[in-house]
């Protein structure tokens, strides 16, 4: 069993920045297969950041994700962020997920 916890959401008016925790727990040893995803309200999920540096189009250049492996804990760095960057957004790693943090962007 593995557990994914995320942390960092909150309500941030646009083009401020947000910092997203996920730590791992359980039998997990390498984290570098945790990945960030979202889901805005009324859309599917979609990948945010996957690996070391491949993101989806609508955040390249304002997100950024890293790792920090004997914390067991991945970071999503979200700067200038949208209100189009509403939602909430989830790490995973297999079929394994988090619950969930929520990130609301004002206009």
């Known amino acids: 069993q593995v557990q994914l916890v995320e942390s960092g959401g909150g309500l941030v008016q646009a083009g401020g920045s947000l910092r997203l925790s996920c730590t791992a727990s359980?039998?997990?040893?390498?984290?570098?297969?945790i990945n960030w995803w979202r889901q805005a309200p009324g859309k599917q999920r979609e990948m945010v950041a996957i690996?070391?540096?491949i993101y989806a189009d609508s955040v390249k250049g304002r997100f950024s994700i890293s790792r920090e492996n004997y914390k067991k804990t991945v970071w999503l760095q979200m700067n200038n962020l949208k209100p189009e960057d509403t939602g909430v957004y989830f790490c995973?790693?297999?079929?394994?997920w988090g619950q969930g943090t929520q990130v609301t962007v004002s206009s």
């Open positions: 359980g039998n997990i040893a390498n984290i570098n297969g």
């Open positions: 690996g070391n540096n």
């Open positions: 995973a790693w297999g079929v394994y």
